[in-house]
């Protein structure tokens, strides 16, 4: 049996190669409806009127629904801010406002796509303008409020106050200061929005749709619809990826709101709708740019001694996950270093940009670009080797963190610094490590080519108070011996492999072989609450739960009661929020580890960046499934790679000028690193099920401060912005 630990075929693998496997715009049902939204396609302004006679009239539409229609009109994960739909006649104040341009201002439902899009377009709609604010820094004035009854443009503002930053910084023998800038960058999930509604045999609103928490998903709907829980029912099929940009709402509100409004008027047909590509790029969230302006001291014996950090991010027009990224950041943004004197302030500011929420990494990806940049400028300034300088400060079990806490037991920072470290030519001495061969590679011509090296480490699961949870239940069939053990989860698989490890651990859990382990997935009527796929939390949490329903279920099955059923609801340890004045909380309950050089070319005549090798070293406790893990390692890396050498999100005056993928550039098999070595570390967190940790986000993290580190190795130019486009190189390099 055991097969925890072992590479097995994903479950989904024959499906989804043959197409079988059917995603939410796949599937189709008798009689359907087709659905189009109107987006407001304006920044800021105040909707006076909404006339929809014309396209109520046209041939082929059912049904044209306004906020009129939304019976509890606002919605949102964090904290209830936007419409539903906005337009005159609701109850809510101020959702006659649009806010940015994938505001959702009216619903076509038609018999055809083609017809509902066309009718879409004769609804008139009277704005009046109002200014556009763009740029947080510009909003923190509050001249103009983009929420009224907020009373504030800042919706968020952390602290942290550990030790006495200036009197620390009269200390240091060296200051580094710098201000960064993080882009905008958008999910680019292999299937846009989709989804099918239909209200089922016991007569609930059902929703078929991608997503990442099919009871957070739940509980949304039932919302705005006023409508007790038990009378919404979410249902996952196959998902294109998500990457955090499903979340938060986009079509599943609307699905739900559509077909229970038409079973009102006596008509039972499904409803579907497909977003089209450009719809996705303005109609869902992106990665939040940040502004950071960091300054960092450190001895001439290389002991980081203080760090002053100022954070402004640019929520967009609604809140979504913005105060928990921040938060993240806030933490992450001082690395994974023993500094014992802290000074952070964190802002999260509403504009009129699209809103921006969850992203693989979560925060962590802009806090570590300006801690990795601080320490290899330090570095540098210090005449001390980058790996020698991050030794001497490394988070070790019992450090108290900025925050005023320890981490977790079961810290490995230093061991995948050292693994990589090791493995790419430094070498320890007593005077500390040294990289043997000096930090440059030979140039090929006009390409010049460089090494670089960062860190960091990352949340398993939520954070800073946020409630956490996970359910599973466990169902064993037979009579003298076990023939079939059903796991019903509601965990979602967006393409990491969550469904193939669940079966994996029921296995083990259970004590059968594999082929009797059966899965009931994703559907809020036949499991409890999993949480989020997100945060590198599924794995962790759903394996305790799933050791949990397996005890219990076996208890029951040795005493004779058979079939069995048994359902464990697992709670890991509490966490708490950051206190208003000095920051001090117990962020998380466990992390992962991770430590990445990468080694890359710059062809001076033409800025081109070509990413050639990266190493990454992750501490996964234990993988369940290597080649899974492996996986994510690599999928972390190519989406950082986009991040951060091409991926250009262009906004101006809230209207989105890369909207496809001819102008929005990810990338293809020609741009992705040319070599990457996945070396998996197994210290097993005591916490996790078989020792596990989280591993889908955390090699994401260190990539672009390697990367910008191999940049300045070849080229001896500091790139404090990104992503490092052919222009902007060749601008940093006096070139153009």
Known sequence: MGVVGKSVTRVDARDKVTGKALYPGDICMDDQLFMKILFSSRAHAIIRSINTTKAEQYPGVIAVFTAKDVPNNVYGLISPDQPVLCGPGSSRPYADRVRFIGDQVALVVAETEEIARAA??????????????????????????????????????????????????????VIVESTYQTPVQEHAFLQPEAGISYIDEAGRVTVVVGGQWTHEDQEQIAHSLNLPMDQVRVIYPAIGGAFGGREDMSVQIVLGLAVWRLQQRGILRPIKIVWSREESMVGHHKRHPYLLKARWGATKEGRLV????????????????????????????????????????????????????????????????????????????????????????????????????????????????????????????????????GMKLPPNGAIKRGIGLAISYKNVGFSFGAPEQCTATIEIKGKGEIDEVILHHAGAEVGQGSHTVFKQMTADACGVPIEKVSLDMSDTATSGSSGSVSASRMTFMAGNAIRGAAEMALEKWKSEERPVKATYVYRPPKTTPYDPETGKCEPNYAYGYTAELVEAGVDTETGIVTVERVVCVDDVGHAINPVLVQGQVEGAIVQACGYGVMESFIQKDGKVLTPTFSTYLIPTVLDIPEIVESVILEYPDPRGPWGARGVGEMPYLPFVPALTAAVHSATGIWFNEFPLTPQRVLEGLGNL
């Open 306 to 437: 203080a760090a002053d950090i100022e954070i402004i991010t640019d929520g967009g027009a609604y809140i979504y996950t913005s105060t928990k990224v921040m938060g993240n950041a806030t933490l992450m943004c001082t690395g994974p270093y023993d500094i014992p004197n802290v000074k952070v302030d964190s802002y999260a500011v509403y504009t009129n940009n699209l809103p921006n929420g969850a992203f693989r990494g979560f925060g962590g990806p802009q806090g570590a670009f300006e801690a990795e940049s601080q320490m290899n400028k330090l570095a540098e300034k210090l005449g001390m080797d980058p790996v020698e300088l991050r030794m001497r400060n490394l988070f070790h079990d019992g450090t108290i963190t900025s925050v005023g806490t320890p981490l977790p037991l079961g810290v490995t920072m230093d061991k995948v610094l050292e693994r990589c470290a090791n493995d790419n030519g430094w070498q320890r001495s007593a005077e500390g490590w040294q990289r043997a061969a």
């Open 120 to 173: 879409s377009l004769l609804i008139d709609v009277s704005y009046e303008d109002l200014p556009v604010i763009t740029d947080p820094v510009v909003a923190m004035d509050e001249k103009v409020l983009l929420h009224p009854d907020r009373g504030s443009n800042i919706f968020g503002h952390y602290r942290i106050r550990k030790g006495d930053v200036e009197e620390a910084f009269k200390s240091a023998d």
